[in-house]
């Protein structure tokens, strides 16, 4: 089930019209049910493996609390750990793991033909899988307490509205949420039903707009540097506001039903650094390495070459957890040594820190753009060959007419992209969609402002959405 | 509670007299939006009635009907200029077997037109199977007033009921619930074209004259002809999906009314008086896959297919074993490049293998069937 069809709407209807009137627990059983159902309508057997792998990390996260000895607590911890890392690799990473070993071994003449896997992987592994993760170190850190009831921790690991595509959440956050009866206020429910608009909107207006435009310029084989560019830049476009929509609508439709979710994006295309970027996009997840992989491995503290490892070992992983691919791969190394190498260009030439004032604001927020749109055109294209030849294409080979076509695109994909820049920093200003109860909100004034954005959304969508619709982009990881 | 209220009925409220608004509709002057098309459709045709007017209009002696294979392939003045034959191509890209059939029941018959022949040009097994790309084309089925007839019943409608569970039934209705609260379509078109029109306004930097020019241009840079030579074309979902089921053998050939609309056409062509031609399109040799067990079923199908035809007073060509239709011909597996000498090269070696058959037809139009050339 995908939130911008009508089968989540009535999904979404039904299960409000019971919720409400029901207990902490019964709540709880209600939502642990619908979600089993929205991830099963996608396909039912995966259902299989996030009640096994829920049970297991249940009865990991209870033997390492009850453990009577450090030993045995690092053993139920490792155990939960490796079997969520196992099932993730063997549903993601096995496939091209045989592929690539016998790509080689075909090569050199060892293997006569090569073997192909197919293992269909599960909608939103990386997610849950992580989530999972984090729970059982925070429980044998003793950041947290292992949940004695299984109902509230299955709710936890398959909460629907971020299920397939995060925010990857801490237990710290979520459990506490489960344990009281939701009863949130209407400014609550309202700020809710506004904020799934806005990811609707952003979805259906923007991303699929944008992608139509991106679609048609990485199907061509042949495309000029302008042209491709425009492309890269729509495809920007598009994956914020296809990631970012999700989260809008993973927020709104969880506030609706009492839970708050953490945040996800903080305007990621004005960050003045590649480091400020990635503290600004798919934030959830950067926290999640930062805490799990960076600082484990030492982080910052042990000198410019072992930070320099860590932030390698970081990227590598954060490509690999994208995709199992070499495109994803070489695009987390792209961004491990961008961040590796930007102290160093801070040094050598100052405007790239903090100087220049004004002037300097602007030049590093165009350059970490500009930076981190090559990335994407790592991480958009997935065949080596066609990457080599965008990367080495030359800007002077080209035609007026490739210039007036590539801006076009990039015009159109900018228009597309206006409101992100023009609606979205109003709504945070006059903090119309608050996540808790808000007395300002209580007023007609503010009523009456958020019923205009809610209108300007609903005629916005029927006006500009795009006569094709697809997946979410991170469905896939 | 009451501004929870207000909230949602003003959301809903005002972007539903925003589009029931006929002075805003009339000052912004918007207009039903066209066809959905993944290339080009055959020019100005929007709905049965349409593609009657425009029939009678051009009055061909010589339809062609097909799809996106047809479109690239044949430029409908050229082959005139090459064959002498008044002809008129109706083609919808996208389109397979089924609404091929609405085309000739809603379109070509009534039309009053009646032309000599009617060439339909297809690809492997798309006359037999009906079901391809009927999803895709919900709404030109719909325009071509295709649900009400009783083959389409007798040919789709297990397959169509399959599709429609009650779940289906309830977000169907609930769909055109709110199209019909919000009717947007007009909005949508008129938004999405002045969007696509400002970004070429400020990518001309001020000179916008050559408007047309440009769209053209940059459609033609973005279109199949210079897809890679991996990708497949258009939104080929469902032919992939169909042609998975090819690789199982064994292919058999079966003409019984009720699993395709191959006999309808027929007995179509039978009622109205005007002779069916059917012609085999040549895939991508640099990317049809080698001779095996399902490809020698699959040559007795098309054995089986030809025979049937024939014995039905109809005619059937095959361009597949063309040699001189090469792989640098083609821009994927199905669709050669649009650039005028590659197409006016394609439309002499197909007027070199139809030509007998045609010259003959047009000149015994009405004279009892003769088998193929």
Known sequence: MIFQSLDYLIFFASLLSVYFWLPARGQNLLVLAASYLFYGWIHPWYLILISITTI?????????????????????????????????????????????????????????SPVLLQIALPAGISFFTFQSVAYAIDVYRGQQRACRSLIEYATFAAFFPQLVAGPIERAGHMLPQYRATRRPSLTTVRSGLVLFLWGLFQKLAIADSAAILVNKVFAVGDASFPVLWGGVI???????????????????????????????????????????????????????????????????????????????????????????????????????????????????????????????????????????????????????????????????????????????????????????????????????????????????????????????????????????????????? | MMQLLCVGVAALAIPTALSHNEWLEKRLRLREPKLKSVMRASAGIQDAAGGRARLRQERPEWILVGNSMLNCRVDNAELEALTGHQLYKLSFSGTKSAMWYLMLKTIVVPSGVKPKVVTIMFRDRDLTRPTVRVIDNAEMIGRLDGRALPEWQQVLGAYEASLTSPWTKLTTRLGNGFDTLMPSTKWNEWARNKVQKTAFNLSAFGDNSDYP????????????????????????????????????????????????????????????????????????PDMTPPMDEVQRTRVAYLADLKAWVEAQGCYFTDESGEPEITGRMFVDTIHIHTAPENRQAYQKIFWRQVQPLIDELMRNAGAAPKTAP
């Open chain 1, 234 to 477: 729509a495809f920007g476009v598009q994956i914020y506001a296809d990631f970012s929509g999700y989260t809008a609508m993973a927020r709104g439709s969880a506030r609706i039903i009492g839970i708050e979710l953490c945040p996800n994006f903080n305007h990621p295309y004005i960050s003045q650094s590649p480091s400020e970027f990635w503290r600004r996009w798919h934030m959830s997840l950067g926290k999640w390495f930062k805490e799990y992989v960076f600082i484990p491995l030492g982080g910052s503290r042990g000198g410019a070459w072992l930070t320099a490892r860590n932030l390698m070992i970081v990227f590598f992983l954060s490509g690999l957890w994208h995709g199992a691919g070499w495109n994803f791969i070489l695009w987390g190394l792209f961004h491990g040594v961008l961040l590796c190498l930007w102290p160093h260009l801070t040094r050598l030439c100052p405007v790239f820190g903090t100087a220049g004032g004004k002037a300097g604001i602007v030049f590093r927020v165009v350059f970490t753009f500009a930076i981190m749109h090559v990335g994407r055109v790592l991480f958009r294209e997935q065949d080596l060959a066609m990457i080599w030849r965008h990367l080495t294409l030359n800007p002077f080979a080209t035609t007026l007419m490739d210039w007036r076509v590539g801006m076009g695109i990039l015009f159109e994909a900018v228009l597309y992209g206006l409101p992100l820049t023009l609606i979205y920093p109003l709504i945070e200003h006059y903090r119309l969609l608050p996540a808790a109860d808000d007395a300002k909100m209580q007023t007609w004034k503010w009523t009456w402002a958020q019923a205009a954005l809610a209108a300007l959304l609903i005629f916005g969508l029927l006006a500009l959405r795009s006569p094709e619709t697809g997946d979410f982009i991170y469905f896939q990881f």
């Open chain 1, 56 to 112: 297991f990390d249940w009865g990991c996260a209870l033997g390492m609390e009850s453990a009577t000895t450090p030993a045995r607590r690092k053993l139920f911890c490792i155990i939960s750990v490796s079997v969520n890392f196992i099932i993730l690799g063997v549903f993601k990473y096995l496939g091209f793991f045989v592929e690539n070993v016998t790509a080689l071994l075909t090569a050199v003449h060892l293997m006569p």
């Open chain 2, 213 to 284: 020019v440009r769209r053209e241009q940059r459609n033609d840079l973005l279109s199949m002809n210079h897809l890679r030579k991996s990708s497949d074309g258009a939104d080929n979902a469902e032919d992939d999906e169909a042609d998975k089921k090819d690789t199982e053998p064994p292919i058999r050939f079966d003409s019984s009314p009720d699993q395709s609309f191959l006999p309808h056409m027929v007995k179509l062509a039978q009622q109205a008086g005007f002779k069916l031609h059917f012609h085999r399109i040549k895939t991508n």
